[in-house]
């Protein structure tokens, strides 16, 4: 079961982790253009949904790595993949950009 982690949830799941995570955007370039997330006290790594299996050795397998997309469906199926690839620590940030815009940054534009 993939751990869902609201936007407004996301200081508290941070807080959480022995180490610090790494945020999957898996949006389409154009949409990483078009809004994106202000690391603070993360690093951001942006890898389109269908580059995921063909650049898994950059993800780190020893931290806890939490997937975002423009609405959270295409988060929770790569953070499903990550998960049957072997990966320990993986979430999907429920909403994605849009509720993250709402929720966490209202400077992030909405799309």
Same mark, same amino acid.
């Given at each position: 079961?993939?751990?869902?982690?609201?936007?407004?949830?996301?200081?508290? /799941?941070?807080?959480?982790?022995?180490?610090?995570?790494? $945020? $999957? %955007?898996?949006?389409?370039? /154009?949409?990483?253009? !078009? @809004?994106?997330?202000?690391?603070?006290?993360?690093?951001?790594? @942006?890898?389109?949904?269908?580059?995921?299996? @063909?650049?898994?050795?950059?993800?780190? &397998? %020893?931290?806890?790595?939490?997937?975002?997309?423009?609405?959270?469906? &295409?988060?929770?199926?790569?953070?499903?993949?990550?998960?049957?690839?072997?990966?320990? %620590?993986?979430?999907?940030? !429920?909403?994605?950009?849009?509720? /993250?815009? &709402?929720?966490? %940054?209202? @400077?992030?534009?909405?799309?």
């Amino acid at each position: 079961m993939i751990p869902q982690v609201r936007p407004s949830e996301f200081d508290d /799941w941070l807080q959480s982790q022995p180490q610090p995570p790494l $945020l $999957l %955007d898996v949006r389409e370039p /154009w949409e990483v253009q !078009t @809004a994106a997330v202000v690391p603070q006290g993360f690093e951001v790594v @942006a890898i389109p949904m269908n580059q995921v299996p @063909a650049r898994l050795a950059e993800l780190p &397998r %020893d931290r806890p790595i939490a997937c975002l997309c423009h609405h959270g469906a &295409r988060s929770q199926r790569v953070a499903m993949f990550l998960e049957q690839q072997g990966y320990q %620590d993986v979430a999907n940030i !429920t909403g994605g950009i849009e509720l /993250w815009s &709402r929720e966490r %940054d209202p @400077a992030v534009p909405r799309y």
